[in-house]
């Protein structure tokens, strides 16, 4: 007779993969951790780099107008 | 009138006081050696008289002070900029920029910025932590993405040694320390790690100068030997040579040059054994008002470069 399709190989396969899911859970929660952190680090890194990027020259100025003897406004903005 | 401290007549008997021997005698003492330069600088004197910023095109740069410690500064740049390429052909790019920037010069802070108008922004930071130990930032940022590079630096001084250690993006580590051997030798050791490239490198620098002359010699394991050799002819004059040899490429580049420092002027020229002829020319028109003048020529490549340029203010 032809092999009917039997249902027997299933469970082995459920009970064989409870075994890997546990652990595949732990890892995913540390994976997952870490993928958190990596996202965050990127983040911060890019958000940094465009803070600097728009703001280290008015951060200058802003300094630079701050110190003894204090520049005028007027000194600031015309040409000459 | 002052009278003269010996007296007419003494002044022709006494012989005149030796200044040589005051140096000779003088001990050499091991444990008091001097600060020697940062790594990074001991070929200062070969570079400053053999690599001046040659450009091609009309350049102006005006700095404007508004404090003895704040500045700003314009600067116009209309010519060509050449593009490394990796055929023989030199690419030229015709740019004109316009870039601003501001910089604030403490004795303990330093903060210079250029924008340019793409959106480039140059920055360093130099900053003294504490007496012995500096920071120094370097920032090329752009709006491009993955184009923007960085280098943090700290530095650590000792009483006859300097030791740095560096970070830069793709993951870069470096670190280098240079010790004073005699009063005129010092010698120093460098290392460098590229993450992203797994690739990692180690040099050696020593550097001897005296009054009149100072030679260096660069080996790094990159397969680069350098050699340079500055020798100060008069308070005015000095003259320089450079050796390099790159082992991977097997290129030999040697170059001899000159430096006039002149009340009025600065005359630096130099001749490459490319057969590249170059000279820059710094004229002081006017108290803060300099006058440039570049050339470059290279007649094998049939590349000429022509500048001329103004600069005013500090």
Same mark, same amino acid.
């Given at each position: 007779?032809?092999?009917?399709?039997?249902?027997?190989?299933?469970?082995?396969?459920?009970?064989?993969?409870?075994?890997? $899911?546990?652990?595949?859970?732990? $890892?995913?929660?540390?994976?997952?951790?870490?993928?958190?952190?990596?996202?965050?680090? #990127?983040?911060?890194?890019?958000? #940094?780099?465009?803070?600097?990027?728009?703001?280290?020259?008015?951060?200058?100025?802003?300094?630079?107008?701050?110190?003894?003897?204090?520049?005028?406004?007027?000194?600031?903005? #015309?040409?000459? | 009138?002052?009278?003269?401290?010996?007296?007419?007549?003494?002044?022709?008997?006494?012989?005149?006081?030796?200044?040589?021997?005051?140096?000779?005698?003088?001990?050499?003492?091991?444990?008091?050696?001097?600060?020697?330069?940062?790594? *990074?600088?001991?070929?200062?004197?070969?570079?400053?008289?053999?690599?001046?910023?040659?450009?091609?095109?009309?350049?102006?740069?005006?700095?404007?002070?508004?404090?003895?410690? &704040?500045?700003?500064?314009?600067?116009?740049?209309?010519?060509?900029? *050449?593009?490394?390429?990796?055929?023989?052909? /030199?690419?030229?790019?015709?740019?004109?920029?316009?870039?601003?920037?501001?910089?604030?010069?403490?004795?303990?802070?330093?903060?210079?910025?250029?924008?340019?108008?793409? !959106?480039?922004?140059?920055?360093?930071?130099?900053?003294?932590?504490?007496?012995?130990?500096?920071?120094?930032?370097?920032?090329?940022?752009?709006?491009?993405?993955?184009?923007?590079?960085?280098?943090?630096?700290?530095?650590?001084?000792?009483?006859?040694?300097?030791?740095? &250690?560096?970070?830069?993006?793709?993951?870069?580590?470096?670190?280098?320390?240079?010790?004073?051997?005699?009063?005129?030798?010092?010698?120093?050791?460098?290392?460098?790690?590229?993450?992203?490239?797994?690739?990692?490198?180690?040099?050696?620098?020593?550097?001897?100068? /005296?009054?009149?002359?100072?030679? /260096?010699?660069?080996?790094?394991?990159?397969?680069?030997?350098?050699?340079?050799?500055?020798?100060?002819?008069?308070?005015?004059?000095?003259?320089?040579?450079?050796?390099?040899?790159?082992?991977?490429?097997?290129?030999?580049?040697?170059?001899? !040059?000159?430096?006039?420092?002149?009340?009025?002027?600065?005359?630096?020229?130099?001749?490459?054994?490319?057969?590249?002829?170059?000279?820059?020319? *710094?004229?002081?028109?006017?108290?803060?008002?300099?006058?440039?003048?570049?050339?470059?020529?290279?007649?094998?490549?049939?590349?000429?470069?022509? !500048?001329?340029?103004?600069?005013?203010?500090?």
């Amino acid at each position: 007779m032809a092999s009917r399709p039997s249902l027997k190989p299933k469970p082995k396969g459920k009970g064989g993969r409870k075994g890997p $899911q546990a652990a595949g859970e732990e $890892q995913s929660t540390a994976a997952a951790a870490a993928r958190f952190v990596k996202e965050w680090t #990127t983040w911060t890194m890019k958000t #940094t780099k465009v803070a600097v990027h728009y703001g280290f020259i008015p951060l200058i100025i802003v300094i630079g107008m701050n110190s003894d003897p204090k520049p005028t406004l007027a000194q600031l903005l #015309t040409p000459v | 009138m002052a009278p003269p401290p010996y007296g007419a007549g003494l002044a022709g008997i006494l012989p005149p006081k030796p200044d040589g021997e005051e140096k000779k005698e003088e001990k050499v003492d091991y444990l008091n050696l001097p600060c020697p330069l940062p790594f *990074e600088e001991i070929q200062r004197e070969a570079l400053m008289s053999l690599k001046p910023e040659l450009f091609e095109g009309l350049r102006f740069d005006f700095t404007k002070g508004l404090n003895q410690k &704040f500045s700003l500064s314009h600067s116009v740049f209309m010519g060509s900029l *050449e593009v490394p390429s990796q055929s023989t052909e /030199t690419i030229k790019v015709p740019t004109a920029h316009y870039e601003f920037g501001a910089n604030f010069l403490d004795p303990k802070l330093m903060l210079v910025g250029r924008v340019m108008t793409d !959106g480039r922004l140059n920055a360093r930071v130099k900053c003294d932590l504490t007496d012995n130990l500096t920071l120094k930032i370097n920032a090329q940022l752009t709006h491009e993405p993955h184009y923007s590079q960085g280098m943090f630096n700290f530095d650590y001084k000792g009483t006859d040694y300097r030791a740095q &250690f560096q970070i830069g993006n793709n993951a870069f580590y470096g670190a280098n320390y240079i010790q004073s051997v005699t009063p005129n030798l010092s010698m120093g050791t460098e290392i460098f790690w590229l993450g992203h490239q797994r690739k990692s490198g180690i040099g050696f620098a020593s550097r001897y100068n /005296t009054d009149k002359m100072v030679g /260096t010699l660069q080996v790094a394991s990159t397969g680069i030997i350098a050699l340079s050799y500055v020798q100060k002819v008069s308070e005015k004059v000095s003259l320089a040579s450079d050796f390099m040899y790159n082992q991977m490429s097997r290129e030999v580049t040697s170059s001899f !040059g000159y430096d006039y420092m002149l009340r009025q002027c600065r005359l630096r020229g130099k001749i490459d054994s490319n057969g590249v002829v170059a000279a820059f020319l *710094e004229e002081r028109l006017n108290m803060g008002v300099n006058f440039l003048l570049s050339a470059e020529i290279d007649h094998s490549k049939k590349n000429y470069k022509f !500048g001329f340029g103004m600069t005013v203010g500090e």
